[in-house]
């Protein structure tokens, strides 16, 4: 089992940076493909961000490509999400995951986060 706690969402003008962070607990986050993704109201869920285990593979969703950079610290047992040239359209609810395989399907991650809001304003 693994329990994951998303941290630092807020609300920023556009434009602005946020960093988003997951820390896990229960077993090392060394063994799974971390994943970051969101939902905004009445949308579906959406892959943000991935990173492999061995850390240097890193994959993104189309509309945060150049924006948004994914990280991890096997050591700390941590994910980080550094959002940069935020727009509106980011505002969402942002979870972290964990999974066997580095991919962009929600169903295909085994652990999950309660997420952090993440609010961009125009």
């Known amino acids: 089992q693994v329990q994951l706690v998303e941290s630092g969402g807020g609300y920023v003008q556009a434009g602005g940076s946020l960093r988003v962070s997951c820390a896990a607990s229960?077993?090392?986050?060394?063994?799974?493909?971390m994943g970051w993704f969101r939902q905004a109201p009445g949308k579906e869920r959406e892959f943000v961000a991935g990173i492999s285990r061995n850390v240097g593979r890193t994959y993104y969703g189309d509309s945060v490509k150049g924006r948004f950079t994914i990280s991890r610290d096997n050591g700390r047992n941590t994910v980080v999400l550094q959002m940069d040239s935020l727009k509106p359209e980011d505002t969402a609810v942002y979870y972290c995951?964990?999974?066997?395989?580095?991919?962009?399907?929600?169903?295909?991650?085994?652990?999950w986060g309660r997420g952090t809001q993440v609010t961009v304003s125009s």
């Open positions: 229960g077993q090392n986050i060394s063994t799974f493909a």
């Open positions: 995951a964990a999974g066997r395989l580095l991919v962009n399907t929600a169903g295909l991650y085994d652990y």
